[in-house]
Protein backbone atom coordinates (compact mmCIF):
# COMPACT_ATOMS: atom_id res chain seq x y z
CA UNK A 1 0.00 0.00 0.00
CA UNK A 2 1.20 3.51 -0.64
CA UNK A 3 2.24 5.25 2.08
CA UNK A 4 1.22 8.90 3.65
CA UNK A 5 4.18 10.71 2.19
CA UNK A 6 2.38 14.21 3.38
CA UNK A 7 2.80 13.02 6.82
CA UNK A 8 4.94 14.99 8.84
CA UNK A 9 6.25 11.68 10.23
CA UNK A 10 7.14 10.02 7.00
CA UNK A 11 8.81 13.30 6.18
CA UNK A 12 11.10 13.26 9.37
CA UNK A 13 11.27 9.69 9.32
CA UNK A 14 12.65 9.61 5.66
CA UNK A 15 14.84 12.91 6.26
CA UNK A 16 16.70 10.70 8.98
CA UNK A 17 16.75 7.56 7.31
CA UNK A 18 18.69 9.24 4.54
CA UNK A 19 20.23 11.60 6.30
CA UNK A 20 19.06 14.02 4.43
CA UNK A 21 18.19 18.43 5.52
CA UNK A 22 16.52 20.45 3.56
CA UNK A 23 18.91 22.34 1.31
CA UNK A 24 18.75 26.21 1.30
CA UNK A 25 20.24 26.39 -1.82
CA UNK A 26 17.44 25.01 -3.74
CA UNK A 27 14.91 26.31 -1.07
CA UNK A 28 14.03 23.35 0.25
CA UNK A 29 10.98 23.75 2.72
CA UNK A 30 8.55 20.30 2.39
CA UNK A 31 4.98 20.97 3.14
CA UNK A 32 3.59 18.67 6.38
CA UNK A 33 -0.07 19.32 5.84
CA UNK A 34 -2.17 16.96 4.42
CA UNK A 35 -5.54 18.82 4.16
CA UNK A 36 -3.44 22.04 2.27
CA UNK A 37 -2.13 19.36 0.18
CA UNK A 38 -5.44 18.20 -1.08
CA UNK A 39 -6.73 21.93 -0.83
CA UNK A 40 -3.94 22.46 -3.49
CA UNK A 41 -4.95 19.51 -6.20
CA UNK A 42 -8.77 20.57 -5.45
CA UNK A 43 -7.92 24.19 -6.99
CA UNK A 44 -6.52 22.35 -10.07
CA UNK A 45 -9.37 20.68 -10.36
CA UNK A 46 -7.27 18.42 -12.33
CA UNK A 47 -8.30 14.44 -13.98
CA UNK A 48 -7.54 11.83 -15.41
CA UNK A 49 -7.77 14.05 -18.70
CA UNK A 50 -4.74 16.02 -17.40
CA UNK A 51 -1.14 16.18 -17.71
CA UNK A 52 0.62 18.19 -14.53
CA UNK A 53 3.82 19.52 -14.62
CA UNK A 54 5.47 19.85 -10.81
CA UNK A 55 8.33 21.88 -10.15
CA UNK A 56 10.35 20.63 -7.01
CA UNK A 57 8.67 17.85 -6.05
CA UNK A 58 11.12 17.66 -3.18
CA UNK A 59 9.87 13.85 -1.11
CA UNK A 60 7.13 13.31 -2.91
CA UNK A 61 3.94 14.86 -0.95
CA UNK A 62 2.54 17.55 -3.36
CA UNK A 63 2.72 14.65 -5.95
CA UNK A 64 1.20 11.58 -4.79
CA UNK A 65 -1.76 13.24 -4.09
CA UNK A 66 -1.52 14.59 -7.95
CA UNK A 67 -1.27 11.00 -9.01
CA UNK A 68 -4.00 10.27 -7.22
CA UNK A 69 -5.97 12.44 -9.21
CA UNK A 70 -4.19 13.66 -12.60
CA UNK A 71 -3.60 11.26 -15.46
CA UNK A 72 0.12 11.77 -15.64
CA UNK A 73 2.36 14.27 -13.45
CA UNK A 74 6.11 15.33 -15.07
CA UNK A 75 7.85 16.55 -12.20
CA UNK A 76 11.15 18.30 -12.55
CA UNK A 77 13.67 18.09 -9.39
CA UNK A 78 16.85 19.99 -9.52
CA UNK A 79 18.29 17.77 -6.48
CA UNK A 80 20.02 14.51 -7.22
CA UNK A 81 20.09 12.95 -3.84
CA UNK A 82 16.95 13.18 -3.73
CA UNK A 83 15.52 11.23 -7.28
CA UNK A 84 16.03 7.86 -5.86
CA UNK A 85 14.35 8.99 -2.53
CA UNK A 86 11.07 10.68 -4.32
CA UNK A 87 11.04 7.06 -6.90
CA UNK A 88 11.23 5.05 -4.14
CA UNK A 89 8.64 6.78 -1.72
CA UNK A 90 6.30 6.67 -5.42
CA UNK A 91 6.51 3.39 -6.30
CA UNK A 92 3.25 2.34 -6.05
CA UNK A 93 2.37 4.81 -8.91
CA UNK A 94 2.78 4.32 -12.53
CA UNK A 95 1.39 7.88 -13.70
CA UNK A 96 4.71 9.87 -12.62
CA UNK A 97 8.06 10.68 -14.16
CA UNK A 98 10.94 12.85 -12.50
CA UNK A 99 13.17 14.72 -14.63
CA UNK A 100 16.64 15.60 -12.50
CA UNK A 101 16.92 19.18 -13.68
CA UNK A 102 16.31 22.92 -13.28
CA UNK A 103 13.07 23.99 -15.18
CA UNK A 104 14.52 27.17 -16.06
CA UNK A 105 17.07 25.24 -18.72
CA UNK A 106 14.27 22.36 -19.43
CA UNK A 107 12.71 21.87 -23.18
CA UNK A 108 9.72 22.45 -21.63
CA UNK A 109 7.81 21.87 -25.07
CA UNK A 110 9.34 18.89 -26.11
CA UNK A 111 8.72 17.67 -22.46
CA UNK A 112 5.29 17.85 -22.49
CA UNK A 113 4.91 17.04 -26.22
CA UNK A 114 5.86 13.73 -25.19
CA UNK A 115 2.69 13.31 -23.62
CA UNK A 116 -0.06 15.89 -23.98
CA UNK A 117 -1.29 13.52 -26.93
CA UNK A 118 -2.93 11.39 -24.01
CA UNK A 119 -4.31 13.91 -22.14
CA UNK A 120 -6.74 16.74 -22.84
CA UNK A 121 -5.20 19.51 -20.08
CA UNK A 122 -1.72 20.45 -19.37
CA UNK A 123 -1.70 22.50 -15.68
CA UNK A 124 1.36 23.36 -13.66
CA UNK A 125 1.04 22.54 -10.10
CA UNK A 126 3.84 22.93 -7.42
CA UNK A 127 5.02 24.33 -4.30
CA UNK A 128 7.64 26.81 -6.09
CA UNK A 129 10.97 27.30 -4.10
CA UNK A 130 10.81 30.61 -3.28
CA UNK A 131 14.26 32.19 -3.93
CA UNK A 132 13.05 31.83 -7.60
CA UNK A 133 9.64 32.12 -7.72
CA UNK A 134 9.00 34.81 -10.24
CA UNK A 135 11.87 33.27 -12.59
CA UNK A 136 10.42 30.08 -12.77
CA UNK A 137 6.78 32.03 -13.67
CA UNK A 138 7.72 34.28 -16.05
CA UNK A 139 10.63 31.83 -17.76
CA UNK A 140 7.73 28.84 -18.25
CA UNK A 141 5.05 31.65 -19.20
CA UNK A 142 7.40 32.88 -22.03
CA UNK A 143 8.53 29.55 -22.99
CA UNK A 144 5.29 27.33 -23.40
CA UNK A 145 1.39 27.87 -24.11
CA UNK A 146 0.45 24.43 -23.58
CA UNK A 147 0.22 25.19 -20.43
CA UNK A 148 -3.30 26.72 -19.69
CA UNK A 149 -3.80 26.71 -15.81
CA UNK A 150 -1.12 27.06 -12.81
CA UNK A 151 -1.50 26.45 -9.78
CA UNK A 152 1.85 28.04 -7.56
CA UNK A 153 2.69 27.91 -3.62
CA UNK A 154 4.57 31.42 -2.71
CA UNK A 155 5.43 33.53 -0.31
CA UNK A 156 2.84 35.37 0.49
CA UNK A 157 4.26 38.90 -0.10
CA UNK A 158 4.92 37.36 -4.02
CA UNK A 159 1.62 36.39 -4.49
CA UNK A 160 0.09 39.73 -3.20
CA UNK A 161 2.28 41.24 -6.40
CA UNK A 162 1.10 38.66 -8.62
CA UNK A 163 -2.68 39.14 -7.73
CA UNK A 164 -2.67 43.15 -7.19
CA UNK A 165 -4.76 45.88 -9.11
CA UNK A 166 -3.64 49.40 -9.61
CA UNK A 167 -3.34 51.89 -7.20
CA UNK A 168 -2.20 49.49 -4.72
CA UNK A 169 0.87 48.99 -2.50
CA UNK A 170 1.63 45.29 -3.88
CA UNK A 171 1.12 46.68 -7.58
CA UNK A 172 4.41 45.74 -9.69
CA UNK A 173 5.81 44.97 -13.06
CA UNK A 174 5.19 40.86 -12.27
CA UNK A 175 1.09 41.89 -11.79
CA UNK A 176 0.86 43.67 -15.31
CA UNK A 177 3.06 40.75 -16.85
CA UNK A 178 0.61 37.99 -15.00
CA UNK A 179 -2.46 39.99 -16.07
CA UNK A 180 -1.18 40.38 -19.78
CA UNK A 181 -1.85 36.89 -20.05
CA UNK A 182 -4.76 35.86 -17.31
CA UNK A 183 -6.47 35.96 -14.71
CA UNK A 184 -4.64 34.83 -11.00
CA UNK A 185 -6.17 34.87 -7.61
CA UNK A 186 -4.90 33.80 -4.47
CA UNK A 187 -7.20 30.35 -3.32
CA UNK A 188 -5.18 29.09 -0.06
CA UNK A 189 -3.60 31.06 2.45
CA UNK A 190 -0.63 28.80 4.34
CA UNK A 191 0.96 29.04 7.66
CA UNK A 192 4.46 29.01 7.95
CA UNK A 193 3.86 26.21 10.37
CA UNK A 194 2.55 23.71 7.58
CA UNK A 195 6.06 23.29 5.87
CA UNK A 196 8.81 20.72 7.58
CA UNK A 197 11.27 23.13 8.22
CA UNK A 198 8.98 25.91 8.87
CA UNK A 199 10.45 29.11 6.57
CA UNK A 200 10.31 32.64 8.08
CA UNK A 201 7.24 33.72 6.48
CA UNK A 202 4.14 32.97 5.15
CA UNK A 203 2.69 31.25 1.72
CA UNK A 204 -0.55 31.28 -0.29
CA UNK A 205 -1.51 29.43 -3.31
CA UNK A 206 -2.22 31.32 -6.65
CA UNK A 207 -4.41 30.04 -9.56
CA UNK A 208 -3.17 31.70 -13.06
CA UNK A 209 -5.67 30.36 -15.44
CA UNK A 210 -4.08 31.57 -19.21
CA UNK A 211 -6.87 33.71 -21.59
CA UNK A 212 -8.02 31.26 -24.39
CA UNK A 213 -7.76 33.76 -26.84
CA UNK A 214 -5.14 36.82 -26.34
CA UNK A 215 -6.44 39.67 -24.76
CA UNK A 216 -4.05 42.50 -25.33
CA UNK A 217 -2.18 43.54 -28.44
CA UNK A 218 0.38 46.25 -28.17
CA UNK A 219 2.43 47.37 -31.23
CA UNK A 220 5.50 46.15 -30.15
CA UNK A 221 5.48 43.64 -27.07
CA UNK A 222 9.30 43.52 -26.75
CA UNK A 223 9.39 47.56 -26.07
CA UNK A 224 5.75 47.34 -24.04
CA UNK A 225 7.47 44.82 -21.35
CA UNK A 226 10.73 46.75 -21.53
CA UNK A 227 8.60 50.09 -20.64
CA UNK A 228 6.40 48.89 -17.85
CA UNK A 229 10.08 47.23 -16.44
CA UNK A 230 11.95 50.42 -16.67
CA UNK A 231 8.35 51.99 -15.05
CA UNK A 232 8.67 50.05 -12.08
CA UNK A 233 12.65 50.94 -11.60
CA UNK A 234 11.64 52.47 -8.50
CA UNK A 235 8.33 52.72 -6.98
CA UNK A 236 8.53 55.71 -5.60
CA UNK A 237 9.84 58.16 -8.39
CA UNK A 238 7.75 59.17 -10.97
CA UNK A 239 7.36 57.74 -14.46
CA UNK A 240 8.96 60.58 -15.54
CA UNK A 241 11.97 60.10 -13.57
CA UNK A 242 11.94 56.18 -14.23
CA UNK A 243 11.89 56.86 -17.59
CA UNK A 244 14.77 59.18 -18.10
CA UNK A 245 17.26 56.70 -17.80
CA UNK A 246 16.24 55.85 -21.20
CA UNK A 247 14.30 58.49 -22.90
CA UNK A 248 14.96 62.46 -23.22
CA UNK A 249 12.56 63.69 -20.05
CA UNK A 250 11.13 66.54 -22.60
CA UNK A 251 9.88 63.21 -24.81
CA UNK A 252 8.39 61.71 -21.76
CA UNK A 253 6.33 65.40 -20.92
CA UNK A 254 5.02 65.67 -24.17
CA UNK A 255 3.84 61.90 -24.61
CA UNK A 256 2.40 61.78 -20.90
CA UNK A 257 1.18 65.34 -22.05
CA UNK A 258 -0.35 64.37 -25.53
CA UNK A 259 -1.97 61.11 -23.45
CA UNK A 260 -3.73 62.79 -21.42
CA UNK A 261 -1.70 61.99 -18.01
CA UNK A 262 -0.53 64.52 -15.59
CA UNK A 263 3.40 65.10 -15.50
CA UNK A 264 3.57 63.67 -11.69
CA UNK A 265 1.90 60.27 -12.25
CA UNK A 266 3.95 57.12 -11.16
CA UNK A 267 3.43 53.67 -12.69
CA UNK A 268 1.78 52.22 -9.72
CA UNK A 269 -1.40 54.69 -11.02
CA UNK A 270 -1.35 53.09 -14.87
CA UNK A 271 -3.32 50.12 -15.83
CA UNK A 272 -2.32 47.39 -18.21
CA UNK A 273 -4.13 49.41 -21.04
CA UNK A 274 -2.54 52.73 -20.04
CA UNK A 275 1.10 51.28 -20.67
CA UNK A 276 0.12 49.78 -23.97
CA UNK A 277 -1.20 53.41 -25.17
CA UNK A 278 2.35 54.79 -23.99
CA UNK A 279 4.44 52.20 -25.43
CA UNK A 280 2.38 52.56 -28.59
CA UNK A 281 3.15 56.01 -28.52
CA UNK A 282 6.78 55.41 -28.16
CA UNK A 283 6.84 52.85 -30.81
CA UNK A 284 5.01 55.69 -33.53
CA UNK A 285 7.88 58.12 -32.69
CA UNK A 286 10.51 55.58 -33.31
CA UNK A 287 8.82 54.78 -36.85
CA UNK A 288 8.22 58.22 -37.84
Known amino acids: ???????????????????????????????????????????????????????????GSLTEVLCKKAGFVLAYEIDTELIPILKDNLKYYDNF??????????????????YKKNFKNVYLVA???YYITTPI???TLSKTDLITRYVMMMQKEVAERLTSKPKTKDYA????????????????NVPRTAFIPAPNVDSAVVRLDLYEEKKYFPQNEEL?????????????????NNLSSKYKKDFIYK?????????SIRAEELSIDDFIKLSDYINGAKND
Open 1 to 59: MPNKIGNSVFINQTMKTNDIRAKKKFGQNFLKDEKILNEIVDVSECDKDTLVIEVGPGL
Open 97 to 114: EVINQDILNADINSDINK
Open 127 to 129: NLP
Open 137 to 139: ILN
Open 173 to 188: AISIAILYRGIAKTRI
Open 224 to 240: FFDLVKLSFTQRRKTLV
Open 255 to 263: MLNDNGYKE
